[in-house]
């Protein structure tokens, strides 16, 4: 493959992955496409040509997924303009569901004989292609389903303060923390032994999401409950 060429599908790859990445991120929490789309592009782009440097980058290749988290919490903080802790239940909920598409995507190619992690090791570039193109349209997918339907959480603002019931806070601030390491640490010990030896953390990851929908309900009736009773309040 000539350079030009493979550093166009680079640069393209990760710009399509990046805008699933961030749209899913924002999706999931009703925030509005039409209203970030300026701001999201150039979110993508930017993080496409951060990312094809960093990876050639040799003693920063081992820090790509960390910098790459830090680069979506100052999206949240900064663009979106959540809170600090809105920012990182955000990042931590889109970043873990991605990584969850990819993973599933990745167990099926393996379940397929399609190719197996080995081959991701960036020797062999068409794999890893396929893979993030797959997860991307998936991404899509969902991010369509997630329009439609209109599912998504409302208690994330764009506010920079405001928090309420800070017990319940501090648990979804913890699970969703617990859902980001797993997914960080899955990737760096994917391609060291394996899906069989990165399961453990999957997993963890899968109990971590499972608390934060529990706990992340609970908020989301909480709030249903005080507009309510505000409402009633106001008919008398």
């Not at 209109?150 to 017990?167: A, E, M, N, Q």
Request: hydrophobic share 55%; net charge positive.
């Amino acid at each position: 493959m000539q350079e030009w060429l493979r550093i166009l599908l680079f640069h393209l790859l990760t710009a399509v992955e990046g805008s699933a990445v961030f749209l899913l991120m924002i999706k999931l929490f009703r925030f509005s496409i039409r209203e970030w789309w300026k701001e999201i592009l150039f979110a993508v782009l930017f993080t496409s040509y951060v990312n094809y440097h960093l990876w050639h980058i040799e003693f920063l290749t081992g820090y790509v997924y960390i910098i790459q988290v830090g680069m979506l919490y100052l999206f949240n903080w900064l663009v979106l303009r959540c809170n600090w802790l809105h920012a990182v239940i955000v990042l931590c909920t889109g970043f873990a569901a991605y990584t969850l598409i990819q993973v599933v995507v990745l167990y099926i190619f393996n379940f397929m004989g399609v190719f197996s992690t080995e081959k991701l090791d960036g020797t062999q570039p068409y794999t890893t292609y396929v893979h993030q193109l797959t997860s991307a349209v998936i991404g899509w997918v969902v991010i369509s389903l997630l329009t439609m339907r209109r599912i998504g959480f409302t208690f994330v603002t764009g506010k920079k303060r405001g928090l309420t019931d800070r017990r319940l806070w501090s648990y979804i601030a913890i699970f969703t923390v617990g859902m980001i390491i797993p997914a960080v640490v899955y990737f760096v010990y994917l391609k060291v032994g394996g899906l069989s030896y990165a399961m453990g953390f999957l997993i963890a990851q899968l109990c971590s999401l499972s608390l934060f929908i529990a706990f992340a309900f609970r908020s989301e009736k909480q709030k249903y409950l005080s507009q309510r009773h505000a409402y009633l309040k106001g008919e008398k």
